[in-house]
């Protein structure tokens, strides 16, 4: 962490840079912070600016456009904070922003207005002035026996101490109503190293835990990923995986069934597909609606079910995620439906129209 590349010239000593790419860094530099391990640097081709993963995480002049429909807050999550770090939407969960930290920043990042910032309380006084803020939304979830799952990111949670996520795991599990909780996190992909034996071991002991590990190409899936998987994996901990569509870097059947196909060898099953949120710069990242149905169905039963996700749009303006599936229901003939397989063939189902 502490030997990241943070800015332009430490970038321009590792790649050569376009002129799209410097221009980023002209006038006040870049809008949202730029972050890159050591680890994921090493995986960036130097002189190729289109390869996938150095397109996720290397700015460009094009992020400084803003678009129309582009928003600070897409998600409207400040809306839905009944303390602050704690966003309350769904009647049963709860979104618990550890931090403002990450390892890597990558370009499109639902929550730029927020990450890399260094204005959090917790990140600029410490862990007490941290803690006091996690202590509001523990007391907000012990007050609220509805709240069952708790879903802990950020930022990005496994970028806290041992010390500091073994304390928040210790009194979330403390709680008697919540039955799960849930880890967001990119760093088996962006730091794969941080996955260490005594980490496991704190996750652990707080079960049932899950972890959402953010995947986005399968340049990505290196041995060390694989290794830091493993880790997890054994220690029982279910891992799935959320990717967001992007242009230019994932948007093909051919990438995104390899990357889903080599996560279910990794043991980490395909879980959200993503359509890019409308975040402030994020035109030349966003596909079309159309594109992500037409590559969930060149998925569907052209591989294994567990290696498709649910593709979502995450509704601006607090509205939710809300699924999205080809239209494989194509008609009705009395009292039969027709629909349409993956081989584009049609078959009839018997359902009978229920008349008063």
Request: net charge negative; charged share 20%; with cysteine.
């Amino acid at each position: 962490m502490r030997h990241r590349v943070r800015d332009g010239s430490s970038l321009a000593s590792i790649l050569r840079l376009t002129q799209a790419e410097s221009a980023a860094f002209a006038g006040t530099g870049v809008a949202f912070p730029l972050a890159i391990t050591p680890y994921y640097a090493s995986l960036l081709d130097p002189d190729n600016p289109d390869q996938p993963l150095r397109r996720s995480v290397v700015p460009t002049i094009h992020e400084t456009l803003r678009a129309q429909g582009e928003l600070d807050d897409p998600l409207a999550e400040e809306a839905d904070e009944p303390v602050p770090g704690l966003v309350h939407r769904y009647p049963d969960r709860v979104l618990l922003l550890a931090t403002e930290s990450c390892s890597v920043y990558c370009r499109y990042c639902t929550r730029s207005r927020l990450v890399g910032r260094g204005h959090a309380a917790g990140e600029t006084h410490g862990e007490p002035v941290r803690y006091r803020r996690w202590e509001a939304a523990l007391q907000y979830i012990a007050a609220h026996p509805e709240i069952r799952d708790v879903l802990v990111s950020g930022g990005d949670p496994l970028t806290l101490s041992d010390d500091s996520i073994e304390w928040l795991l210790s009194r979330i599990r403390a709680i008697g109503h919540v039955e799960i909780i849930r880890l967001g996190t990119k760093v088996p992909a962006v730091l794969p190293m941080r996955i260490t034996p005594r980490l496991v071991s704190i996750i652990r002991r707080y079960h049932p835990v899950w972890m959402s590990l953010h995947v986005t190409h399968p340049d990505e899936l290196t041995s060390d990923m694989g290794r830091a998987c493993e880790c997890l994996a054994d220690a029982g901990i279910p891992l799935g995986s959320q990717t967001v569509l992007l242009s230019g870097v994932n948007d093909s059947v051919p990438v995104l069934k390899q990357l889903f196909q080599k996560l279910l060898t990794m043991r980490v099953r395909p879980y959200y597909l993503y359509q890019c949120d409308p975040i402030p710069g994020s035109a030349h990242f966003r596909t079309s609606v159309a594109t992500g149905l037409e590559i969930i169905r060149g998925l569907r039963g052209h591989t294994t079910g567990y290696a498709v996700p649910n593709y979502v749009i995450d509704a601006p303006g607090g509205g939710g995620k809300i699924p999205l599936q080809p239209d494989y229901c194509v008609g009705r003939d009395d009292d039969e439906l027709i629909l349409e397989n993956y081989q584009g063939r049609t078959f009839t189902y018997p359902d009978p129209k229920v008349h008063a």
